[in-house]
């Protein structure tokens, strides 16, 4: 089409002309071009039979072998190959505590039990902290009789004092490389705060019925950070808030 028929097209639909009909032109010049005069008219009436919701008269069938049963069975496998193989969590709350009070308590396991939601699940589980006070090698046990808890451990495995503390964690549940991270960072005016990120990541590789229980990793997993954020948040409000490693502070009767 010469350029002054299409700026006349322009300035029709400019003037109220409704653009598909220009749309339509052009595209019934191209499937002519492509496939012979008179082919434009059979895909407008597909278009607009699709438009409309309907189905060609004619649609190519295909047979799939193995029953009913095959079928879902290779449905499911193509689903798990592209659901992901990791899964990664991250939440955040903030506190007005002093940051060596922050640190201090994610940097040892002793408080697991006053802001982990883990035990709410089961009052009567047991725990056993061993290895150093506080820092890398610092270790928790756990032990339930419920199924669903079964038997775990963290264990603090990188430590950057008042930057961050990384925890391995061992479990029941599906994957593996399971770790905790929390990340310290001063906010708030002058700094006087503490944005606390704790971050949960899992591998499941090529299991794929790990792939599938990541589907529910952000309601299960995720909900349980979000609560055991609040209980900590709680928590350190009970703490005076004042740096005890500050120079000049004595210690007196820790």
């Known amino acids: 089409r010469p350029m002054s028929e299409i700026d006349a097209l322009r300035a029709e639909c400019e003037a109220g002309r409704n653009p ?4 339509v032109l052009l595209a019934r010049e191209l499937v002519e071009r492509f496939h012979g005069a008179g082919s434009s008219d059979a895909a407008v009436e597909d278009f607009e039979l699709r438009a409309r919701g309907g189905v060609p008269d004619e649609i190519e069938e295909v047979t799939l072998s193995g029953g009913p049963l095959g079928i879902v069975a290779v449905l499911a496998l193509a689903v798990g190959l592209v659901l992901p193989s990791h899964r990664h969590i991250s939440e955040s709350v903030e506190t007005n505590r002093k940051m060596t009070i922050v640190y201090d308590t994610v940097n ?5 039990k006053d802001w982990n939601p883990l035990v709410l699940r089961d009052p009567h589980m ?3 902290v061993s290895g150093p006070a506080a820092g890398v090698g610092a270790r928790l ?3 339930s009789t419920d199924g669903r808890l079964g038997q775990g451990s963290w264990e603090i495995v990188e430590s950057v004092p008042n930057e961050k503390v990384v925890i391995k964690v061992e479990n029941p549940q599906r994957g593996h490389e399971k770790k905790v991270q929390f990340l310290l960072e001063p906010t708030g005016k002058n700094n006087r705060n503490v944005k606390i990120t704790q971050t949960y990541d899992v591998d499941y590789g090529w299991n794929l019925l790990g792939r599938y229980a990541g589907l529910y990793v952000s309601r299960h997993v995720g909900d349980d950070v979000k609560l055991g954020l609040g209980r900590m948040t709680n928590m350190l409000a009970s703490v ?3 740096d005890y490693r500050a120079e000049g502070v004595p210690l007196v009767d820790l």
């Open 20 to 23: 598909k009909e220009a749309k």
């Open 108 to 112: 040892n396991l002793n408080r697991f």
């Open 126 to 128: 047991q725990l056993n």
């Open 141 to 143: 046990d756990y032990n």
């Open 240 to 242: 005076p808030n004042f």
